[in-house]
T-cell receptor, first 122, second 115 residues
Framework: GAGVSQSPSNKVTEKGKDVELRCDPI?????LYWYRQSLGQGLEFLIYFQGNSAPDKSGLPSDRFSAERTGGSVSTLTIQRTQQEDSAVYLC????????????????????FGPGTRLTVL | AQSVTQLDSHVSVSEGTPVLLRCNYS??????LFWYVQHPNKGLQLLLK??????LVKGINGFEAEFKKSETSFHLTKPSAHMSDAAEYFC?????????????FGTGTRLTIIP
């Protein structure tokens, strides 16, 4: 079946402009994550959506960053007033619903990653 | 809090020789541990995962990793390197449970295979 898709694959923008990055998760996956991968760095967690619960926004680096997930499927990451330090590859991942009741220790399910969007802020 | 340290940013081995990529972790709970691989211009792919079952985990493409709680390590190994193994490898830890799953990535190890 189709994997996680992201668009655009590349985005070049000028400092101060707003950008929107899109993620289409695997159909039926309940959890969706956004990460940022800067040059020479590991992946940095940004935000996490799980079903209808309030998203975990603890990784967003500033209030210029926001994300939404419509209808429990497609997600859009928005960066307002972009800065040069925002240049990075933005990765989206989705995961199926894990088994077990809430609060129980259950095996962690694999996250499936998209190919990423390379953002360059000039 | 959880963290993961990849001890080598770059490893070079000759084709046909063993591969060892080192990873140490820190976790408040019994962790789940993963190795992901990222080939140039491609997405991240799961190599293998440890989730408190057998401590020796076998993954794809001949890779395996051993969970050693006493050493807080989860090193990745392969007996014989192939040219196609050249990529970036990430060690990942999660101590989340249902409803709170987050992954913490290491900074990556770039594996170069010498012909």
């Amino acid at each position: 079946g189709a994997g996680v898709s992201q668009s655009p694959s590349n985005k070049v923008t000028e400092k101060g402009k707003d950008v929107e990055l899109r993620c289409d998760p695997i159909s039926g996956h309940t959890a969706l994550y956004w990460y940022r991968q800067s040059l020479g760095q590991g992946l940095e967690f940004l935000i996490y959506f799980q079903g209808n619960s309030a998203p975990d926004k603890s990784g967003l680096p500033s209030d210029r960053f926001s994300a939404e997930r419509t209808g429990g499927s497609v997600s859009t990451l928005t960066i307002q007033r972009t800065q040069q330090e925002d240049s990075a590859v933005y990765l989206c991942a989705s995961r199926p619903k894990p088994g077990g009741a809430s609060g129980s220790r259950v095996p962690y399910n694999e996250q499936f990653f998209g190919p990423g969007t390379r953002l360059t802020v000039l | 809090a959880q963290s993961v340290t990849q001890l080598d940013s770059h490893v070079s081995v000759s084709e046909g020789t063993p591969v060892l990529l080192r990873c140490n972790y820190s976790s408040s709970y019994s962790p789940s541990l993963f190795w992901y691989v990222q080939h140039p211009n491609k997405g991240l792919q799961l190599l293998l995962k440890y989730t408190s079952a057998a401590t020796l985990v076998k993954g794809i493409n001949g890779f395996e990793a051993e969970f050693k709680k006493s050493e807080t390590s989860f090193h990745l190994t392969k007996p014989s390197a192939h040219m196609s193994d050249a990529a970036e490898y990430f060690c990942v830890v999660s101590d989340g449970w249902f409803g709170n799953e987050k992954l913490t990535f290491g900074t990556g190890t770039r594996l170069t295979i010498i012909p």
